[in-house]
């Protein structure tokens, strides 16, 4: 059974910083990617960053380029969020997903497995 734990929400100040971990179990970490989505009250699910299984190739949301940064660990089956400059447009739940194989997509339907969310909150 597969499970992703997220963590590392929280409220913030506007220009804060926040670091989300989400921690993997139950498959092979390492073999598949790792994406980062976020969903607003009354938005839908929206792409934020992906990562290659080998942590060699990242995409992200052209709203967050430049300010956050996806990464992995391997040996941890953990992968990162790393969300600086935030704005109060950054404000959602925040998703962690693993993906159906081994390289990054933007598509939320090239992902299997969801962990439950944790929320961010920025304020102005």
């Known amino acids: 059974q597969v499970q992703l734990v997220e963590s590392g929400g929280g409220l913030v100040q506007a220009g804060g910083s926040l670091r989300l971990s989400c921690a993997a179990s139950g498959r092979t970490f390492s073999s598949y990617a790792m994406g980062w989505f976020r969903q607003a009250p009354g938005k839908e699910r929206e792409f934020v960053a992906a990562?290659?299984?080998?942590?060699?190739?990242?995409y992200y949301a052209d709203s967050v380029k430049g300010r956050f940064t996806i990464s992995r660990d391997n040996a941890k089956n953990t992968v990162y969020l790393q969300m600086n400059s935030l704005k109060p447009e950054d404000t959602a739940v925040y998703y962690c997903a693993s993906g159906s194989s081994q390289l990054p997509y933007r598509s939320i339907r090239m992902y299997d497995y969801w962990g439950q969310g944790t929320q961010v909150t920025v304020s102005s």
């Open positions: 990562i290659s299984w080998s942590g060699g190739i990242t």
